[in-house]
């Protein structure tokens, strides 16, 4: 059964770098989703991508944050200069069509020092 | 705005005893109703949703629009049933269909 995968599974960061998440959706999905967990918190909606551009993004989603579809199989999450507050784990998902299930990897455990 | 609501953080049941994880809801739209699961070191399955109506694993809920409610309800807990248990909710307006999820409980069948 086809899966979402992520890479890395963890990364740690000094404060001020930027990262780099990466996730490949399932492959005949169109929808792609990034949502993220504080240690201890619930999971959060970030942002939504749909035909190559943003459908919805969260307050959390401010401008440190972006987001790229670079080829035809990768979904990035580029945070340009992390904070300590940035730490969490990182999640992906990708559904294939509206009102269809999404579809979550297994997550990108983010440390920021 | 998109609420859900798990009030328990930890439900300890033993095995055989029926399970029974509350989630309320806040959304002024129709929304759609998940459970997720997600087992230790596993990624978030997806457990159940309110369109489907079917019984996974045993597991049921039913869309309580009055109370506002889809509770997730098994009638004899097993041990592999132990887990952590999210309640999402989707709005069916807008493109983006995002997911609110609850803090999650986690549930532990102790033999």
């Known amino acids: 059964e086809p899966e979402v995968t992520q890479t890395p599974s963890h990364q740690v960061t000094q404060m001020g770098q930027e990262v780099i998440l990466r996730c490949v959706p399932i492959s005949n999905h169109l929808y792609f989703y990034w949502y993220r967990q504080i240690l201890g918190q619930k999971v959060e909606f970030l942002v939504s991508f749909y035909n190559n551009e943003i459908s919805e993004k969260s307050e959390i989603f401010d401008d440190q944050f972006s987001v790229e579809r670079p080829d035809g199989s990768n979904f990035t999450l580029k945070i340009r200069s992390t904070k300590l507050e940035d730490s969490a784990m990182y999640f992906c998902?990708?559904?294939?069509?509206?009102?269809?299930?999404?579809?979550f990897g297994p997550g990108t455990r983010l440390l920021v020092l | 705005a998109q609420r859900v609501t798990q009030p328990e953080k930890l439900l300890s049941v033993f095995k055989g005893a029926p399970v029974e994880l509350k989630c309320n809801y806040s959304?002024?739209?129709?929304?759609?109703l998940f459970w997720y699961v997600q087992y230790s070191r596993q990624r978030l399955q997806l457990l159940l949703r309110?369109?489907s109506r079917e019984s996974i694993k045993g597991f049921t809920a039913d869309l309580n629009k009055g109370e506002t409610s889809f509770h997730l309800k098994k009638p004899f807990a097993q041990e592999e049933d132990s887990a952590m248990y999210y309640c999402a909710l989707s709005g069916l307006t807008g493109g983006g269909n995002k997911l609110t999820f609850g803090t999650g409980t986690q549930l532990k069948v102790e033999l």
């Open positions: 959304y002024s739209g129709s929304p759609e």
């Open positions: 998902a990708s559904r294939q069509d509206s009102g269809e299930t999404q579809y």
């Open positions: 309110h369109i």
